[in-house]
């Protein structure tokens, strides 16, 4: 059974820093890409960063890029999502994806997501 | 990037089919996906590739694609379905995803 358990998420001040972190199991986690999806409190799905099976190629949103970093650990089967410089913007769910191929496609599974508050 | 253009809300009674359009220039290049999601949940995927429907989706949900625009069709829609239904896609270099704005499927 494909599983993913986000957590670091809480109340953070404004151009604060947090790290998100996403433990995957159930699947050979190196071989798909994986993906961080926000959701505003009563908003759509958005989309915030990608990264390849391989850790080859990573995408941003322009609402993010410069502030976030996506990264893998492939051996520890973990995503993890550094968020400089928060804004109250940035407050929503962050849900971790699985991707159904090596790179950016489709998500065929989604972790029940971690709550970011940016607020002072 | 590319946009990927919803309506905000779809109106149906029981029984009926509800289709919801999604629009974007991509969409002949690309395959576009769907997501159901209710209120507290994470999203689910019934359909992607356009047309196809992952193992556990009930058989009334089916997907199509014409040019610019894919639609979503719900045949015999039932009360559990009420739901809000994104649309996704991808680009080509296959680097970034890209979500619809969402459409409020409501069950009369």
């Known amino acids: 059974e494909v599983q993913l358990v986000e957590s670091g998420g809480g109340l953070v001040q404004p151009g604060r820093s947090l790290r998100l972190s996403c433990a995957a199991s159930?699947?050979?986690?190196?071989?798909?890409?994986m993906h961080w999806v926000r959701q505003a409190p009563g908003k759509g799905l958005e989309w915030v960063s990608g990264?390849?099976?391989?850790?080859?190629?990573?995408g941003y949103a322009d609402s993010v890029k410069g502030r976030f970093t996506i990264s893998r650990d492939n051996a520890k089967n973990s995503l993890y999502l550094q968020m400089n410089s928060l804004r109250p913007e940035d407050t929503a769910f962050y849900y971790c994806?699985?991707?159904?191929?090596?790179?950016?496609?489709?998500?065929?599974?989604w972790g029940q997501g971690t709550l970011v508050t940016v607020s002072s | 990037s590319h946009e990927l253009t919803q309506p905000p809300s779809v109106s149906v009674s029981p029984g009926q089919t509800a289709r919801i359009t999604c629009s974007g220039d991509?969409?002949?290049?690309?395959?576009a996906s769907w997501y159901q999601q209710k209120p507290g949940q994470a999203p689910v995927v019934v359909i992607y590739?356009?047309?196809e429907r992952p193992s556990g989706i009930p058989e009334r949900f089916s997907g199509s694609s014409s040019g610019t625009t894919v639609t979503l069709t719900i045949s015999g829609v039932q009360a559990e379905d009420e739901a809000d239904y994104y649309c996704?896609?991808?680009?080509?270099?296959?680097?970034?995803?890209?979500f619809g704005g969402g459409t409020k499927l409501t069950v009369l």
């Open positions: 994806a699985k991707d159904m191929e090596p790179s950016a496609s489709s998500v065929d599974y």
């Open positions: 159930g699947f050979t986690f190196d071989d798909y890409a």
């Open positions: 990264i390849s099976w391989n850790s080859g190629s990573a």
């Open positions: 991509a969409l002949p290049k690309q395959y």
């Open positions: 590739k356009d047309t």
């Open positions: 996704q896609s991808a680009d080509s270099s296959g680097a970034y995803l890209v």
